[in-house]
């Protein structure tokens, strides 16, 4: 049963996040487990939002600008106490719109991803936001092992 809709706002990382989203990591086993300090590390082009209920934040969102018309999303991942309120698809609809500011991915026309076999949840989020699977990468993921479904979203 989905929960009622939740009020996120959206807004880039800051340092003082990086303790949340590393918790917020740590939860979710199928989110990938990176060192949360390089979320921040605009050299290599990553931006990172994050959705704040009530001022707490609630997810966070990972992408990187792979060409002038091009991204990837690398991490996304909710609190899994605060799953099912929307908070997912709030955060990626505002990180896709290029409404974000400095370090947003604007003008970006694709946008790429892989998503574990297993979580057809997460699959089934990015299909209504207009992902559509394009490949198979086997035994692209650890610990388990799995393989990993490509998506793309085009603008």
């Known amino acids: ?54 001022r707490r934040v609630a997810g966070f969102a990972v992408t990187r600008r792979n060409a002038p018309d091009e991204c990837e999303l690398l991490n996304v991942a909710t609190d899994p106490a605060m799953r099912r309120q929307g908070i997912a698809r709030a955060l990626l609809k505002a990180v896709f719109s290029a409404d974000l500011g400095p370090g947003s991915n604007q003008a970006a026309n694709r946008w790429f991803l892989e998503v574990r076999e297993s ?35 085009k603008s």
């Open 119 to 153: 979580n057809v949840s997460a699959q089934a989020l990015y299909e209504s936001l207009g992902f559509e699977r394009i490949g198979r990468r086997d035994r692209y993921y650890t610990n388990p092992r799995e393989s990993a479904i490509v998506m793309l979203r």
């Open 1 to 54: 049963m989905q929960r009622e809709r939740t009020a996120v706002i959206v807004r880039a990382a800051y340092q003082s996040d990086l303790p949340a989203i590393a918790a917020i990591q740590q939860l979710t086993p199928e989110a990938a487990q990176w060192e949360p300090a390089t979320y921040l590390d605009t050299q290599c082009g990553y931006a990172c939002h994050v959705a704040l209920v009530e």
